[in-house]
């Protein structure tokens, strides 16, 4: 897709006329976290209730799903809800404000670093007790956010030194004490031989890096107006967020890097900056709409 002709892929088109990148298919809350991470500043700010709703649905979700994502989110602890008067508002948790800034330290670097011979992997392993299953599961998530591959059942290895974002991750989620990090050079005797491949989906990984350039390359943001900008600009945050989940960044000793990734990394870099001040303007303008007090939570199990 070029996302300098929005509308002119009309059967990839949403209700409300934007154009969804192959790349790009969001659930209701990880969507709230990618477009607050692009443009909620600072990030203590509040956010209107109904301005929040409002920019969910630019993206093809219904009132009353973004409602239920937020009051989801709510129950997560990943944001606070509030009334004042007849006006009711959201704001990120200082969990989520965490989230957020490890996955901007991450995204920002992906692809940029440079692969220096020697460096050192970190090694992880757990025995977190199975009645503890939803730090389990979290910390599974932040693990390959990181760039972390699972290589048995609570084993885990990294081609970086990650001790100091893991050791704060273990003791957000409370189960330090039931782990173990290691830092350590591959040895040069024997091989890391099929590794890569049961750790990680590298197939998967080039797939995905073709298909962001090809959703995002030729993008004119001097042709887009202010909403537009926006939804690109969000859509392309939340799609470039992904390659932290996929992307171990190996040695290119071990490894040749992914053939797209370089094309990716560029683009990212050069259309998240020229995107922002009409995406920001936009946000904005609506973020501030409040939510009626008596707009009911919607109840979830």
Known sequence: MGCHTIADVAERLPANGAARPRTFDPQPQELVLSLLGGFLRPRDRRVGAGGLVELLTEFGFSPGAARVALTRMVRRQLMTRARHGRHVDYALTERSRAILD???????????????????????WHAIPQDRRLQRQRLARRLRFLGFGQVHDGAWVAAHDREREVAAVLAQLDVTEYAAVMLATPAGTVGLGSLPARAWDL????????????????????????????????????????????????????????????RAVRLFGELYEALAPAGQRHFDQVAARSGSAGDREVVQP
């Open 102 to 124: 490890e996955g901007d330290r991450r995204i920002f670097t992906l692809g940029r670093e440079p692969d220096l011979p020697g460096r050192r992997w970190t090694v992880l």
């Open 203 to 262: 197939d998967e990984l080039g797939a995905r890096y073709r298909d962001f350039v090809g959703d995002f390359d030729g993008c004119r943001p001097d042709a887009l107006g202010d909403r537009d900008s926006f939804v690109v600009r969000t859509q392309l945050v939340h799609s470039f967020r992904q390659f932290a989940f996929l992307d171990p960044e190996l040695p290119a000793c071990l490894v040749a890097a992914p053939d797209h990734r370089a």
